[in-house]
């Protein structure tokens, strides 16, 4: 444990530290706890560099709480597009429309009042109250757990749900109450740009005088994790139906995986079934269609959180039918320049350039 006096000198040299070499964030720059609320949100389970590339275009779109609240979730999924983890932004239109219907549009500074909003929980209600309304309430993400692993050399696997509470504990002990959103964001800062996962720059960290694993010499020792599982893999068979000049896409249903977004229909392929019989049997099931596999256009791969995909894709001629949907909830017929209107998963988009290319051939 770390004594008063210890404590008293880490906030100091730290936040010293995160003065002189905090990067220029847009989200920094702002004390609107809207804006602050959209960047966290945005942050959880995404990369700084990726988010700086959504930031503004998505705050330009909907530069406050009743622009958003009144928004279509269409269009706020469309500027969501390649974002990934699209709950986050159904969850934030939800809950913007919430804040105004219940809060005469201003974001509550009170921690059970803003936990009642769709997908608020520990970590961004924690980042919110204490960027946005310099509440004590301390921060406990990817960065911080490593800092406090090696820190304190913490045993316990920083990706054990039930460890949390002890990583969560060290963290209230050393936050400084005066300044709790600048402590935080030191703590992550020191993270990503010091105490890396890898190869950490402990000669230029502001603290590794009072680091145990430091002094030890057992940096490399932490954090330590349970080994992942090894991830499932999916062989699907997406398919281009053109009528015309025209294609189908099919929207998935509001909540679940890549909720609301627009897709070229397709499903999984059997164990040794050939993709493009596999192709003509998924239509025929998800959308109720008689189609001919014209041509393969392209594979495609893609990893998401839990599992891998491969995709055969086809171009394909409609025959007959009207869509009847088995699990899509919409459907369209639209021409293939009017694409860029629907928000579309990334692994659909890893095709367009294919497709494009391929009818004007």
């Not at 930031?55 to 909907?62: G, N, V």
């Not at 919430?98 to 005469?104: C, F, G, I, N, S």
Request: charged share 20%.
């Amino acid at each position: 444990l770390m004594d008063t006096k210890k404590i008293t000198k880490f906030r100091t040299a730290l936040l010293r530290w995160y003065r002189k070499n905090a990067r220029h964030l847009p989200w920094r720059e702002t004390t609107d706890p809207y804006a602050i609320w959209v960047s966290e949100v945005m942050l959880q389970q995404t990369q700084v560099k990726t988010v700086r590339l959504f930031y503004d275009k998505f705050m330009r779109a909907f530069p406050d709480m009743q622009r958003l609240a009144q928004a279509d979730l269409q269009d706020v999924l469309k500027q969501w597009e390649g974002l990934g983890y699209y709950a986050r932004a159904r969850n934030l239109h939800r809950a913007a429309r919430l804040v105004v219907a219940d809060h005469q549009g201003v974001l509550p500074a009170d921690r059970s009042a803003i936990q009642k909003l769709p997908g608020i929980g520990d970590y961004i209600a924690a980042a919110v109250l204490s960027i946005a309304f310099n509440q004590p309430y301390p921060v406990v993400d990817g960065n911080v757990k490593r800092v406090l692993a090696r820190l304190f050399e913490m045993d316990l696997p920083v990706n054990q749900a039930a460890a949390f509470k002890q990583f969560y504990a060290k963290s209230a002990q050393l936050l400084d109450p005066r300044r709790p959103g600048d402590f935080n964001q030191a703590m992550m800062e020191l993270g990503a740009l010091v105490c890396t996962p890898t190869k950490p720059h402990c000669d230029t960290c502001p603290v590794h005088l009072t680091c145990l694993a430091f002094d030890h010499g057992t940096v490399h020792v932490y954090p330590q994790k349970i080994q992942a599982k090894p991830v499932p893999k999916l062989h699907l068979a997406v398919g281009v139906v053109f009528r015309k000049d025209r294609v189908l896409i099919t929207r998935r249903p509001p909540e679940g995986l890549l909720g609301g977004l627009w897709e070229f229909p397709g499903g999984e392929v059997k164990s040794n079934e050939q993709p493009e019989k596999a192709w003509v049997r998924v239509l025929k099931q998800a959308v109720n269609l008689t189609v001919t596999a014209d041509r393969f256009l392209t594979q495609v791969t893609h990893a998401y959180t839990h599992f891998k995909i491969k995709a055969d894709v086809f171009m394909c001629t409609y025959r007959s039918g009207t869509p009847a949907l088995a699990q899509a909830v919409d459907y369209r017929w639209v021409h293939l320049d009017h694409l860029d209107q629907y928000p579309f998963p990334k692994a659909n988009h890893k095709f367009f350039d294919a497709l494009l290319a391929a009818v004007t051939d």
